[in-house]
Nanobody, 129 residues
Framework: QVQVVESGGGLVQAGGSLRLSCTASGLPFDDYAMGWFRQAPGKEREGVSCISWSGGSTYYADSVKARFTISRDNAKKTLYLQMNSLKPEDTAMYYC??????????????????????WGQGTQVTVSS
């Protein structure tokens, strides 16, 4: 049984930092691409960032580029999202997704994650102004 579990969300002031973590069990983590999506109330879901199965390729949405960093530790079967310089518009539920995708092309990978991935329950990030 595949389980994807996020943690690390919380309330932070604008300009602050948070690190989200995601563990995935029941699947060969080393062979899976991973990503983060977010959705704010009343807004469409947004692909935030993803990382290829090898860790050699990453993608960031323009809205988070240079502020967020995605990484993975295959030994710990854990995905991370370091979020710096947080803004109120980063407030959303953040979801971790895992998919058996082999492409290194970021936009394609985000699409594959969205359509074929295993999703976690989400962790709430709230940034106060």
């Amino acid at each position: 049984q595949v389980q994807v579990v996020e943690s690390g969300g919380g309330l932070v002031q604008a300009g602050g930092s948070l690190r989200l973590s995601c563990t995935a069990s029941g699947l060969p983590f080393d062979d899976y691409a991973m990503g983060w999506f977010r959705q704010a109330p009343g807004k469409e879901r947004e692909g935030v960032s993803c990382i290829s199965w090898s860790g050699g390729s990453t993608y960031y949405a323009d809205s988070v580029k240079a502020r967020f960093t995605i990484s993975r530790d295959n030994a710990k079967k854990t995905l991370y999202l370091q979020m710096n310089s947080l803004k109120p518009e980063d407030t959303a539920m953040y979801y971790c997704v895992a998919a058996p995708a082999r492409t290194d092309y970021g936009l394609t990978l985000m699409s594959l994650l969205a359509d074929f991935g295993y999703w976690g329950q989400g962790t709430q990030v709230t940034v106060s102004s």
